[in-house]
């Protein structure tokens, strides 16, 4: 019974030497390359560009996310707790402004603002994405230089954490 049952799906009817080949691409996928062709490193993609937060057009560091999801009610607090880290550029005000916006923002539609924020007098790219559904509940995003990310995961966990979120 076993060997029937292997001799069907491996295939020794008209169709079982194409479903292997098939299979085999499918295993080999983004690995299989031509003999005569060189091997290179997989494409990865670039990160959505940020307004340059850095002097005279020098390049912008990568961005890291410090992602969170909640109650939609605790977004003004979130931001407003991220915008403690900085002296200007995405302050209480900013926060209040952009927690209005996700107030309005319809489901399932995803919104970013990019700011250039100063901590401690150096200036940092900032991006907050907001995606809210259609249950009340806010897919929050925020991307930062990996100097201020730990700073950032910290404002943001110390208000949910604090509430148990």
């Known amino acids: 019974m076993r ?3 292997y001799r069907g799906a491996a295939g020794t009817g008209p169709m ?5 080949i098939v299979l085999a691409g499918l295993i080999a996928g983004p690995f299989a390359v ?15 560009p940020v307004p340059d937060a850095s002097p005279e057009g ?17 977004a003004g607090a979130v931001l407003k707790q991220v915008a403690k880290l900085f002296s200007a550029g995405f302050v209480r ?31 940092y790219a900032l991006r907050v994405r907001a995606r809210p559904d259609e249950f009340g509940d806010l897919d929050l995003d925020f991307f930062s230089p990996p100097e201020i990310s730990a700073a950032v995961r910290s404002a943001v ?3 949910l954490n604090g509430r148990g979120l």
Request: no cysteine; glycine share 2%; aromatic share 6%.
């Open 93 to 123: 005000k900013d926060a209040e402004r952009i927690a209005a916006e996700i107030d309005a923002q319809p489901a399932e539609q995803s919104r970013v603002w990019d700011f250039t924020a100063v901590r401690k007098g150096k200036s």
């Open 34 to 48: 031509a003999d005569d062709a060189p091997a290179s490193a997989p494409e990865v993609a670039a990160p959505a």
């Open 16 to 20: 079982g030497p194409a479903v292997l």
């Open 58 to 74: 020098a390049p912008t560091p990568a961005l890291v996310r410090v992602s969170s999801s909640f109650e939609i009610k605790h």
């Open 157 to 159: 966990d110390h208000y």
């Open 3 to 5: 060997a029937a049952l």
